[in-house]
């Protein structure tokens, strides 16, 4: 059975979260834990958490809203090597669409990928996310989820 739920990074899961790992090739799509950690320290608008599947970690994502208009985007999501392919990166999407949504009360929610991430790409469009034909400033592509 899949209970996929979310949980603050604190000192009780931390290190845990920094050694999620990624198959090979994979971390050319994404910043390495660390890096979203820092990233998030520095900007306090992020919002890092713990994917688990029960009382496993296995995977994290980081979200937040900015700006004058609160554009809210799920920034990173990730999902460790050994719990890839059994669909729990999907569930644990469609769960963080919803909490982002309902902590922000909104109702558009944006990501970026690298354009040569076909297999993210796929992913996001099947839940309903679309190309808006934009990039952002690192020139990834920009996707849009309304609910």
């Known amino acids: 059975m899949m209970?996929?739920?979310f949980k603050d990074i604190d000192y009780?899961?931390?290190y845990l979260v920094r050694n999620l790992k990624l198959k090979p090739g994979q971390d050319q799509f994404i910043e390495s834990v660390d890096e979203c950690l820092e990233e998030a320290n520095?900007?306090?608008a992020w919002r890092p958490v713990a994917i688990y599947n029960d009382d496993n970690i296995i995977g994290f994502a980081m979200y937040g809203s900015f700006g004058?208009?609160?554009d809210t985007w799920?920034?990173?999501i990730m999902i460790d090597k050994q719990y890839q392919g059994k669909g729990l990166g999907r569930i644990a999407m469609r769960k963080l669409?919803?909490?982002?949504s309902k902590e922000y009360g909104v109702n558009v929610i944006y990501l970026s990928i690298i354009e040569e991430n076909r297999i993210a790409d796929r992913l996001y469009?099947?839940?309903?996310?679309e190309f808006i034909n934009e990039r952002d400033p690192n020139g990834e592509l920009i996707?849009?989820?309304t609910i």
């Open 12 to 14: 009780t899961n931390e």
């Open 42 to 44: 520095t900007y306090s």
């Open 97 to 100: 669409i919803k909490i982002v």
């Open 143 to 145: 996707f849009k989820y």
């Open 3 to 5: 209970n996929v739920h």
């Open 68 to 70: 004058r208009n609160k």
């Open 74 to 76: 799920i920034d990173r």
């Open 125 to 129: 469009q099947s839940m309903g996310f």
